[in-house]
């Protein structure tokens, strides 16, 4: 295989069979230049690798080039091999290499463009000025794009095939679906092609209906601008009552999509209003099914800080509100997939437990075969299906607080260390990251601790001579308290990797408490209730606090009569041991 080595890729030759596609989000090529491509393919060889990455089972994904790897398949068959660059990229990397890509080599259509838009902006969890500028695009290209992924399938088919253009889709994709039919019905059969400006026209019309408004009409009843007034004065007039204040009409409705998110802060970690084309940025959370987690991952998920709620603000399901959804869809996706391996792991060892005999001869040969399927065999991993661990990763508030709880039971912890523990802890810390060691924060609690003034602020000479007068006690407490104060700068992973290795239980210094339950929303208080059994303690009036006031939610919980708080705490708050 040749190999040629450039600063972020390898060029090989790579064997067409080991390329998947399916990345790309092109589907649709022009054939006069695919002919041509191929025709030259075929004279000169392909010049520009293709670009690709390599997959864990060691085959490789398509991410740029998807026109020259098609005609070379054309051209030289499944056994073919093609020049590429196989390159390490994140998801987000690779969908806007290929976007680039796309726009480079030939213009894609809207519709694909689009398509590949929205896999950005969910990579980037709905941040709209992110997914711009990872791919390089004007913000307001990219809602243009966005707006597009409303569009019917019918809308998209005509403009696919050249019936109508870029501005009509951009119209319909505005539109609640079922107008959508009907009006793109009418402007392919009409006698003439309807064009972008008189489209609009009417369409500003039927985008204000009263009757599908979501705000309260009680103003609109008396409005100059309702055109139901209009059918007592004028024989032709629109049916039903609409809205030509297009201003006041749009204002009111995002003023109501903002109070429903609103209302559901003090519930939920993430709300979103979620916008067309930005379906890809989540995922409604499920225990079960093809789109499963599994059920204690689904319980984990509820206290991450991507679980959530959103008001919808897609025309044909306008106000609508979805709650326990998923804002990371690529980790859902990710659990999704383990759990799905799970399952058919546990599956296929029960199969392989209860598979018969060749030629039972009793039954103790019988139950003798089950018990040796049920055992774990050399290099089968099957029969001994790996456990889950349900995982969830808090948001920031929390987050913060926990870092600085952990922090806190290190440094209480590390002062009462036995001597022996303590000096390992003081090598552990000079040999792995001295700069973990807080120097201010040492020299202040050593001196509190031994009512003296140490002279750290000279030089080594002073400070030295100062330390070698210290009694042998004295020397012990210092180093006692040098231990037990690491920066806050250390890495969070240093702190909990000491308190492991010293079998240091967070129960013994923590519990739960009101400033916790205040930082947290009532959807991971109601997780975390559940999971250290307050729920089942609180009784038959749990529910009713639970949706109640987030206040009384919290003051409740922290007075359940016969609990034992002692020991209850939560895996948000566990450092793992």
């Known amino acids: 295989m040749e190999v040629t080595n450039t600063p972020d890729a390898q060029s090989r030759l790579i064997p067409v069979s080991q390329v998947m596609e399916g990345f790309n989000y092109r589907r649709r090529y022009n054939p006069e230049k695919m002919a041509s491509l191929r025709e030259s393919i075929k004279a000169q060889g392909l010049i520009q690798p293709v670009v690709l990455r390599q997959l864990a089972d060691d085959s490789f994904q398509l991410i740029a080039g998807g026109r020259r790897f098609k005609a070379v398949v054309a051209e030289f068959g499944p056994e073919a091999k093609i020049k590429a660059e196989v390159k390490v990229m994140t998801d987000a990397e690779a969908t806007a290499a290929m976007l680039a890509e796309n726009n480079e080599r030939e213009d894609p259509s809207i519709i694909e463009d689009a398509e590949g838009a929205s896999r950005m902006l969910g990579l980037c969890k709905g941040d709209r000025e992110e997914a711009a500028r990872r791919l390089g695009w004007s913000r307001a290209k990219l809602d243009r794009r966005l707006a597009v992924m409303n569009a019917t399938q019918e809308v998209r088919d005509a403009y696919l095939n050249d019936k109508i253009m870029v501005g009509h889709v951009e119209i319909l994709a505005a539109l609640r679906k079922e107008v959508q039919e009907r009006v793109i019905a009418a402007l392919l059969k009409a006698d003439r092609k309807v064009t972008v400006e008189e489209l609009k026209a009417m369409a500003e019309v039927s985008l204000q209906s009263l009757n599908a408004a979501i705000f309260d009409r009680t103003e609109c009843g008396s409005c100059q601008y309702n055109t139901g007034m209009q059918q007592a004065m004028f024989e032709t007039s629109f049916s039903g009552s609409r809205c ?37 940025t989540l995922e409604p959370l499920r225990a079960d099914g093809s789109k499963g987690v599994g059920e204690a991952q689904a319980k984990a998920c509820r206290t991450c800080g991507d679980f959530g709620a959103c008001v919808s603000a897609v025309p044909d399901k306008l106000g609508l509100v979805y709650k326990d959804v998923c804002f990371n869809k690529t980790c859902n996706d990710e659990k999704v997939a383990a759990n799905a391996k799970a399952l058919k ?73 036995p001597v022996l523990q303590n000096r390992a802890l003081l090598v552990t810390l000079a040999l792995h990251r001295p700069s973990d060691m807080d120097r201010i924060a040492s020299s202040g609690a050593i001196e509190k601790a031994l ?16 330390i070698l007068g210290l009694e042998q006690n004295a020397l012990a407490t210092a180093l006692q308290h040098l231990a037990a104060n690491v920066s806050s700068n250390a890495p969070i992973s ?84």
């Open 494 to 577: 240093d702190v909990t990797g000491y308190l492991k290795a010293l079998d240091i239980k967070i129960e013994q210094y923590w519990k739960l408490n009101e400033t916790f339950l205040d930082i947290l929303t009532k959807t991971e208080i109601d997780a975390v209730c559940s999971e250290i059994g307050l729920a089942d303690a609180a009784g038959k009036h749990y529910d009713r606090l639970k949706n109640g006031p987030k206040k009384d939610f919290v003051k409740a919980m922290l007075a359940v009569e016969g609990f034992q708080y002692v020991g209850a705490v939560p895996a948000l708050m566990s450092w793992g041991n």
């Open 345 to 417: 792991a546990e599956q296929d060892a029960a199969n392989a437990a209860q598979e018969p005999t060749a030629n039972p001869q009793s039954k103790e040969a019988s139950l003798a075969t089950i018990a040796s399927a049920a055992k774990p065999k050399a290099g089968n991993s099957t029969t001994q299906p790996k456990k889950v661990v349900a995982s969830a990763e808090p948001r920031g508030a929390v987050k913060e607080y926990r870092e600085t709880i952990w922090r806190a039971v290190f440094k209480r912890a590390a002062e009462k260390l």
């Open 244 to 280: 030509t204040n297009k201003e006041c009409y749009q204002g009111k409705t995002e003023a109501e999509l903002q109070a429903r998110a609103k209302a559901m802060t003090e519930t939920y970690q993430v709300v979103r209003i979620v916008r067309p084309g930005e379906n890809a």
């Open 451 to 466: 009512g003296i003034k140490l002279k750290t602020e000279t030089n080594t000479h002073a400070l030295l001579t100062s």
